[in-house]
């Protein structure tokens, strides 16, 4: 095979596992640490969650939802509070057990999540049911030290999330709860990432250690593998008994709240790399991208300060149509070679303007998803330019959504589900939902339950389950996951 360019990628898409980490490094996204499974997160990368964050934010804010922080460190004796909860988290948890060469009367877990911390603040901060809801968010960090294989953003030891943690008087105003964030969760996924998904409930064994139930949002990969994106667990009384979070209802009684917990993570940052990048390098969504468009001039002595003059005025009128824009006039790489590196970086629009295009009043243009290229009039540019953003999302979204269409099999039985993982597919299967059955099928299969979506399939009379002879209660997606 001829030797490549050692600036861009040497392998193909097809060959994900070499091909993500190349990705990540010669985009710019992130950098390893000392630490295994800790990444640096880069500007390229960083951008991208803040914009995600922003968004978010700005969605929670708009239902009533306000920001606090509570501390990083938890004491051991909270996080035991909750059984079911620590035994979920119990292999992740990192310690702090000295300061400086003192060792601690009491354990300092680095919070894996904030139940617990924030819990022993409700449980004093609700008295009557006048200080219901309680609806609040934090943006954070956490650190989870479970696995042997990290891979950045994707499964990281720390990483990046929000943290929602509601209380409400009853039962039916908490669960009420969940098809708004959930319906936040997947505008953000669908309307900056251009990622749809696979929106339903988690089985008993995957929901959230505490949780009465998790509906999770699935997205699947090109190479056939699932990851979980945004979730929302609602978590019953089972805290608030735990913590004595209780208040003092209309009747006068004592009554416990209602709480529900929820995040979306810098996981999506990889589910966007995995899903929307191509053997060039990333591809970035244009609401996503910091630079939307970038403007390489084609520098020449006797032209340079006309076609420099013109790239600038270009500049002007795409930033009054509120697209961000990036003039590289550096003169010691040639355009070719700027030109493969806007493509590895993602950038969705490229713009070329040399002596020639001057002449006929025109630019060249390139779209990064398709890598097509247009000439357009320089008077209609910036207009053009806002319309073909808004295409190269849509198309992005298009192709999304048909590798998820095309990746679901049905089926009802072990070895045609078999058969689907092998070939890349997720099985979509009649099931019985019990922890013992989906036991005996991951070992069996080396794929797991992912999610039930709300509008089932019928089942036929009589359905049994896939993978035993149990009566099948439901439709449930399987499939391999990160």
């Known amino acids: ?31 390893y640490s000392s630490v295994s499974g800790c990444i640096v997160y880069k500007p390229n990368s960083y951008a991208i969650w803040e914009k995600i964050k922003e968004v978010t934010d700005k969605k929670f804010k708009a239902v009533g939802i306000k920001n606090a922080y509570f501390p990083l460190l938890i004491p051991e004796s909270l996080l035991q509070k909750e059984a079911n909860h620590i035994e979920g988290f119990a292999p992740e948890v990192a310690w702090v057990t000295h300061a400086g060469n003192s060792k601690l009367a009491e354990r300092l877990a ?88 696979l929106i339903g409930r988690k089985s008993e064994k995957e929901k959230f250690a505490g949780a009465e139930y998790t509906t999770s949002l699935e997205f699947i990969m090109p190479n056939g593998k699932s990851i979980q994106g945004p979730d929302f667990h609602f978590d019953g009384q089972n805290f608030s008994k735990a913590f004595e979070i209780s208040f003092t209802n209309e009747k006068g009684e004592k009554d416990y709240v209602w709480q529900n917990t929820w995040a979306i993570s810098t996981r999506m940052i990889g589910v966007l790399i995995a899903m929307h990048g191509d053997d060039k390098g990333l591809v970035i969504p244009p609401k996503l991208a910091i630079t939307q468009a970038v403007i390489v001039p084609i520098l020449f002595e006797d032209s340079k300060k006309d076609v420099l003059k013109k790239a600038k005025d270009i500049k002007k009128s795409l930033e009054k149509k509120g697209i961000s824009v990036y003039l590289d006039d550096r003169e010691n790489y040639s355009p070719g070679w700027k030109f493969n590196e806007w493509e590895m970086k993602g950038v969705p629009v490229r713009i070329e303007i040399g002596p020639r295009d001057l002449e006929k009043h025109q630019a060249m243009v390139a779209r990064r998803d398709t ?26 979204f298009d192709k999304a959504q048909k590798v998820l269409d095309n990746c679901i099999v049905k089926v009802d039985n072990l070895k045609d589900a078999k058969k689907a993982f092998k070939d890349k597919k997720i099985a979509f299967a009649p099931w019985c939902g019990s922890v ?21 399939p019928k089942l036929k009379k009589g359905q049994k389950c896939s993978f035993c002879k149990e009566e099948a209660k439901y439709w449930f997606h399987f499939g391999k996951s990160y």
């Open 371 to 396: 890598s097509e290229k247009q000439a357009l009039e320089l008077t209609a540019i910036a207009d053009e330019v806002r319309i073909l953003l808004d295409d190269i999302h849509k198309n992005l």
């Open 1 to 31: 095979m001829a030797k490549k360019d050692q600036k861009g990628l040497t392998v193909k898409k097809e060959d994900f596992n070499e091909w993500y980490p190349q990705v990540i490094q010669k985009a710019d996204l992130a950098d």
């Open 436 to 456: 013992p059955c989906e036991d005996i099928f991951k070992e069996k299969s080396g794929a797991k339950s992912l999610n039930s979506p709300e509008e089932q």
């Open 110 to 197: 680095i919070r894996p999540t904030s139940e617990t911390i924030m819990y022993d603040s409700y449980s004093k901060w609700i008295r009557s049911y006048n200080d219901l809801p309680l609806r609040i968010n934090q943006w954070n960090n956490v650190v989870r030290w479970e696995f042997k294989h990290p891979t950045p953003f994707l499964r990281g030891r720390e990483f990046l999330w929000n943290e929602g943690h509601t209380c409400f008087a009853t039962k039916k105003e908490a669960e009420a709860e969940g098809p708004e964030i959930i319906g936040i969760y997947d505008d953000v996924c669908k309307d900056y990432l251009a990622m749809p998904s």
